[in-house]
Protein backbone atom coordinates (compact mmCIF):
# COMPACT_ATOMS: atom_id res chain seq x y z
CA UNK A 1 0.00 0.00 0.00
CA UNK A 2 1.12 3.18 -0.87
CA UNK A 3 0.99 7.09 -0.19
CA UNK A 4 2.11 9.96 -1.17
CA UNK A 5 3.27 13.44 1.13
CA UNK A 6 3.33 16.53 -0.99
CA UNK A 7 6.37 18.84 0.25
CA UNK A 8 6.89 22.32 -0.24
CA UNK A 9 9.98 23.50 0.31
CA UNK A 10 11.13 27.69 1.51
CA UNK A 11 14.92 28.21 0.29
CA UNK A 12 16.40 31.56 1.56
CA UNK A 13 12.74 33.25 1.92
CA UNK A 14 11.61 34.90 5.16
CA UNK A 15 10.77 32.74 8.39
CA UNK A 16 7.31 34.53 8.75
CA UNK A 17 6.48 32.29 5.17
CA UNK A 18 7.67 29.52 6.99
CA UNK A 19 5.25 29.80 9.84
CA UNK A 20 3.09 29.11 7.30
CA UNK A 21 2.68 25.94 7.73
CA UNK A 22 -0.15 23.76 7.86
CA UNK A 23 -0.78 19.87 8.33
CA UNK A 24 -3.42 18.29 6.60
CA UNK A 25 -6.02 16.12 8.55
CA UNK A 26 -4.29 13.00 8.67
CA UNK A 27 -4.82 10.13 6.20
CA UNK A 28 -6.47 6.58 7.42
CA UNK A 29 -5.76 3.73 5.62
CA UNK A 30 -9.39 1.75 5.31
CA UNK A 31 -9.53 -1.87 4.45
CA UNK A 32 -12.78 -2.25 2.51
CA UNK A 33 -12.35 -6.53 2.00
CA UNK A 34 -14.53 -8.83 4.18
CA UNK A 35 -13.07 -11.93 4.55
CA UNK A 36 -15.99 -14.94 6.20
CA UNK A 37 -13.23 -17.65 7.43
CA UNK A 38 -12.49 -20.22 10.07
CA UNK A 39 -16.12 -21.86 9.65
CA UNK A 40 -15.04 -25.82 11.29
CA UNK A 41 -17.40 -28.35 11.17
CA UNK A 42 -17.35 -31.39 13.84
CA UNK A 43 -20.18 -33.91 12.77
CA UNK A 44 -21.30 -35.13 9.44
CA UNK A 45 -24.21 -37.19 8.68
CA UNK A 46 -22.90 -40.80 7.23
CA UNK A 47 -24.06 -41.47 3.79
CA UNK A 48 -27.30 -43.57 3.29
CA UNK A 49 -27.17 -47.06 3.15
CA UNK A 50 -23.43 -47.22 4.69
CA UNK A 51 -23.97 -48.86 7.97
CA UNK A 52 -25.96 -52.07 7.60
CA UNK A 53 -24.46 -53.98 10.48
CA UNK A 54 -27.45 -53.84 12.98
CA UNK A 55 -29.26 -56.30 10.44
CA UNK A 56 -26.43 -59.08 10.28
CA UNK A 57 -26.41 -58.98 13.65
CA UNK A 58 -29.87 -59.61 14.41
CA UNK A 59 -29.68 -62.19 11.40
CA UNK A 60 -26.83 -64.20 13.45
CA UNK A 61 -28.79 -64.07 16.84
CA UNK A 62 -31.52 -65.43 14.77
CA UNK A 63 -29.58 -68.47 13.35
CA UNK A 64 -28.11 -68.82 16.61
CA UNK A 65 -31.14 -69.50 18.38
CA UNK A 66 -32.51 -71.70 15.88
CA UNK A 67 -29.53 -73.76 16.12
CA UNK A 68 -30.17 -74.29 19.61
CA UNK A 69 -33.46 -75.16 19.16
CA UNK A 70 -32.99 -77.47 16.60
CA UNK A 71 -30.52 -79.34 18.87
CA UNK A 72 -32.73 -79.18 22.13
CA UNK A 73 -35.82 -80.85 19.96
CA UNK A 74 -32.89 -83.89 18.52
CA UNK A 75 -31.73 -84.46 22.02
CA UNK A 76 -35.35 -84.77 23.20
CA UNK A 77 -36.31 -87.12 20.13
CA UNK B 1 -17.58 -81.50 12.53
CA UNK B 2 -20.20 -79.78 13.34
CA UNK B 3 -19.76 -78.17 16.61
CA UNK B 4 -16.47 -76.46 14.79
CA UNK B 5 -18.65 -74.90 12.40
CA UNK B 6 -20.99 -73.37 14.12
CA UNK B 7 -18.80 -72.32 17.07
CA UNK B 8 -16.90 -69.70 13.70
CA UNK B 9 -20.46 -68.86 12.34
CA UNK B 10 -21.34 -67.63 15.73
CA UNK B 11 -17.68 -65.90 16.62
CA UNK B 12 -17.55 -64.50 12.72
CA UNK B 13 -20.84 -62.92 13.53
CA UNK B 14 -20.59 -61.92 16.81
CA UNK B 15 -17.18 -59.76 15.42
CA UNK B 16 -18.47 -58.29 13.02
CA UNK B 17 -21.21 -56.77 15.23
CA UNK B 18 -19.03 -55.85 17.80
CA UNK B 19 -17.00 -54.06 14.99
CA UNK B 20 -19.85 -52.51 13.42
CA UNK B 21 -20.71 -51.03 17.08
CA UNK B 22 -18.05 -49.73 17.31
CA UNK B 23 -17.82 -47.59 13.88
CA UNK B 24 -21.52 -46.84 14.80
CA UNK B 25 -20.21 -44.78 17.91
CA UNK B 26 -18.04 -42.39 15.42
CA UNK B 27 -20.97 -41.48 13.25
CA UNK B 28 -24.59 -40.70 12.98
CA UNK B 29 -26.53 -42.99 12.27
CA UNK B 30 -30.45 -43.43 12.02
CA UNK B 31 -31.27 -40.67 13.97
CA UNK B 32 -33.09 -37.89 12.49
CA UNK B 33 -31.06 -34.73 14.15
CA UNK B 34 -27.93 -34.06 14.58
CA UNK B 35 -25.29 -30.78 16.04
CA UNK B 36 -23.08 -29.37 14.39
CA UNK B 37 -20.55 -26.73 16.19
CA UNK B 38 -19.70 -23.60 14.12
CA UNK B 39 -17.80 -21.06 14.44
CA UNK B 40 -18.84 -18.18 12.92
CA UNK B 41 -15.99 -15.02 12.07
CA UNK B 42 -17.56 -11.83 10.33
CA UNK B 43 -16.11 -8.42 9.47
CA UNK B 44 -12.69 -7.34 10.60
CA UNK B 45 -10.82 -5.13 12.38
CA UNK B 46 -7.29 -4.46 11.59
CA UNK B 47 -6.14 -2.73 15.20
CA UNK B 48 -7.17 -5.80 17.34
CA UNK B 49 -4.03 -7.80 17.06
CA UNK B 50 -6.01 -11.27 17.55
CA UNK B 51 -8.41 -10.26 14.45
CA UNK B 52 -9.34 -13.95 12.95
CA UNK B 53 -10.09 -12.51 9.27
CA UNK B 54 -7.11 -10.75 8.27
CA UNK B 55 -4.43 -12.83 6.19
CA UNK B 56 -0.95 -12.08 7.28
CA UNK B 57 0.88 -9.75 5.90
CA UNK B 58 -2.26 -8.44 3.90
CA UNK B 59 -2.77 -4.79 3.20
CA UNK B 60 -5.43 -4.66 4.95
CA UNK B 61 -3.07 -4.85 7.77
CA UNK B 62 -2.07 -1.50 7.35
CA UNK B 63 -3.99 1.18 9.14
CA UNK B 64 -1.56 4.23 9.71
CA UNK B 65 -1.75 7.77 10.61
CA UNK B 66 0.53 10.41 8.70
CA UNK B 67 0.43 14.22 7.65
CA UNK B 68 0.03 14.51 3.81
CA UNK B 69 1.54 17.77 3.46
CA UNK B 70 5.18 18.84 4.56
CA UNK B 71 7.13 21.81 4.33
CA UNK B 72 11.10 22.41 4.68
CA UNK B 73 12.29 25.95 4.82
CA UNK B 74 15.93 27.72 5.62
CA UNK B 75 16.57 29.49 8.64
CA UNK B 76 17.46 33.06 8.74
CA UNK B 77 19.73 32.70 11.95
CA UNK B 78 22.25 30.15 9.61
CA UNK B 79 22.06 33.20 6.62
CA UNK B 80 19.62 30.26 5.38
CA UNK B 81 22.44 28.03 5.14
CA UNK B 82 20.22 25.10 6.99
CA UNK B 83 17.51 23.27 6.34
CA UNK B 84 15.17 22.52 8.64
CA UNK B 85 11.24 21.93 8.91
CA UNK B 86 8.70 20.87 11.55
CA UNK B 87 8.09 17.70 13.41
CA UNK B 88 5.70 15.53 11.90
CA UNK B 89 4.01 12.49 13.18
CA UNK B 90 3.68 8.72 12.25
CA UNK B 91 1.36 6.49 13.96
CA UNK B 92 1.05 3.13 13.64
CA UNK B 93 -2.64 2.39 14.66
CA UNK B 94 -2.61 -1.64 13.53
CA UNK B 95 -2.61 -4.68 15.27
CA UNK B 96 0.48 -5.72 13.56
CA UNK B 97 3.71 -4.06 13.13
CA UNK B 98 4.30 -1.73 9.95
CA UNK B 99 7.49 -1.33 7.65
CA UNK B 100 7.37 2.42 5.91
CA UNK B 101 9.40 2.64 2.65
CA UNK B 102 10.42 5.57 0.76
CA UNK B 103 9.85 4.72 -2.70
CA UNK B 104 9.77 7.54 -5.23
CA UNK B 105 10.44 11.51 -4.42
CA UNK B 106 10.82 13.85 -7.12
CA UNK B 107 10.66 17.26 -7.85
CA UNK B 108 7.53 18.76 -9.45
CA UNK B 109 8.17 22.37 -8.98
CA UNK B 110 11.58 24.46 -9.13
CA UNK B 111 15.04 22.01 -8.54
CA UNK B 112 17.52 21.83 -5.80
CA UNK B 113 20.58 22.39 -7.88
CA UNK B 114 21.42 25.05 -4.75
CA UNK B 115 21.02 22.38 -2.08
CA UNK B 116 23.92 20.53 -0.90
CA UNK B 117 22.20 17.81 1.43
CA UNK B 118 18.86 16.82 2.07
CA UNK B 119 17.27 14.12 4.29
CA UNK B 120 14.11 13.10 5.48
CA UNK B 121 15.05 11.20 9.45
CA UNK B 122 13.05 9.82 12.14
CA UNK B 123 13.16 7.47 15.38
CA UNK B 124 11.89 4.07 14.36
CA UNK B 125 10.90 1.57 16.76
CA UNK B 126 13.82 0.82 19.11
CA UNK B 127 14.36 4.66 18.78
CA UNK B 128 16.92 4.47 16.21
CA UNK B 129 17.91 7.11 13.52
CA UNK B 130 16.93 6.21 10.22
CA UNK B 131 16.91 8.67 7.49
CA UNK B 132 16.48 8.79 4.20
CA UNK B 133 18.38 10.75 2.04
CA UNK B 134 16.53 12.87 -1.04
CA UNK B 135 19.06 14.92 -2.72
CA UNK B 136 20.51 11.03 -3.87
CA UNK B 137 17.54 9.65 -3.43
CA UNK B 138 17.61 5.66 -3.45
CA UNK B 139 14.48 3.82 -2.52
CA UNK B 140 14.74 1.51 0.74
CA UNK B 141 13.28 1.06 4.08
CA UNK B 142 12.65 4.22 5.99
CA UNK B 143 10.91 3.06 9.23
CA UNK B 144 9.57 0.56 11.16
CA UNK B 145 6.84 0.81 13.83
CA UNK B 146 5.42 -1.78 16.36
CA UNK B 147 1.46 -2.20 16.30
CA UNK B 148 -0.73 -0.34 18.23
CA UNK B 149 0.12 -2.58 21.78
CA UNK B 150 3.88 -1.48 21.06
CA UNK B 151 4.94 -4.81 20.17
CA UNK B 152 6.76 -6.11 17.44
CA UNK B 153 6.30 -10.21 18.04
CA UNK B 154 2.26 -9.88 18.85
CA UNK B 155 2.88 -13.42 20.77
CA UNK B 156 6.43 -12.65 23.12
CA UNK B 157 6.16 -8.78 23.41
CA UNK B 158 5.70 -7.66 26.89
CA UNK B 159 2.40 -4.36 25.84
CA UNK B 160 4.40 -0.94 25.09
CA UNK B 161 7.88 -2.98 24.56
CA UNK B 162 8.41 -0.81 21.21
CA UNK B 163 7.31 2.63 19.85
CA UNK B 164 3.96 2.96 17.60
CA UNK B 165 4.32 6.41 16.80
CA UNK B 166 7.21 8.43 15.85
CA UNK B 167 7.98 12.12 14.82
CA UNK B 168 10.36 13.01 11.81
CA UNK B 169 11.50 15.93 10.07
CA UNK B 170 13.49 17.46 7.30
CA UNK B 171 16.96 18.53 7.29
CA UNK B 172 20.21 19.55 5.19
CA UNK B 173 22.08 22.11 3.81
CA UNK B 174 22.38 24.63 0.67
CA UNK B 175 25.05 25.95 -1.10
CA UNK B 176 27.32 28.82 0.55
CA UNK B 177 25.72 31.55 0.28
CA UNK B 178 23.60 30.96 -2.47
CA UNK B 179 19.89 31.94 -0.48
CA UNK B 180 21.36 34.56 1.31
CA UNK B 181 19.83 36.79 -1.05
CA UNK B 182 17.29 34.59 -2.95
CA UNK B 183 14.22 32.94 -2.32
CA UNK B 184 13.01 30.34 -4.31
CA UNK B 185 10.01 27.38 -3.92
CA UNK B 186 10.21 24.24 -4.79
CA UNK B 187 7.51 21.60 -4.87
CA UNK B 188 7.76 17.95 -3.96
CA UNK B 189 6.30 14.32 -4.09
CA UNK B 190 7.64 11.88 -1.49
CA UNK B 191 5.75 8.01 -2.06
CA UNK B 192 5.61 6.08 0.76
CA UNK B 193 5.09 2.52 1.00
CA UNK B 194 3.58 0.30 3.76
CA UNK B 195 4.24 -3.17 4.67
CA UNK B 196 2.59 -4.88 7.62
CA UNK B 197 4.85 -7.45 9.07
CA UNK B 198 3.39 -10.79 10.43
CA UNK B 199 2.56 -12.04 14.03
CA UNK B 200 6.52 -12.42 14.51
CA UNK B 201 7.44 -8.67 13.33
CA UNK B 202 9.00 -10.56 10.08
CA UNK B 203 8.07 -9.85 6.46
CA UNK B 204 5.65 -12.47 5.74
CA UNK B 205 6.72 -14.18 2.32
CA UNK B 206 4.23 -13.14 -0.52
Redesign the interface.
Known amino acids: MKSTIQIEGILGSSDSLAEEQSTIPSNYFTSTKNQVTNVQVTASYPKTGEYQSQYLIFSGVCLILLLFVLKKRKTTE | MKKIL?GL??I???G??A???H??EE???GTNS???????????D?EDENA????EGS??W???????????????DSQ?KT?TS?D?TI?NNSGRAVKISA?DFTVTS?N?D??DALKISGADYSAAEKSVDLKTFAEGEFLTLANNQGKMNVDTDAQSTHANTTTYK?SGT?KDE?????????????????EALGKDGNPVAP
Do not use: W
Not at chain 2, 52 to 55: C, H, K, R, S
Not at chain 2, 181 to 191: N, P, S, Y
Open positions: SLIGFLGGASIAANVNASITVNGSLGQNPNIDDDINVTLDTANIFYTTKHIPYTEGLNVYTYYKGKAEQTAHTLTLAF
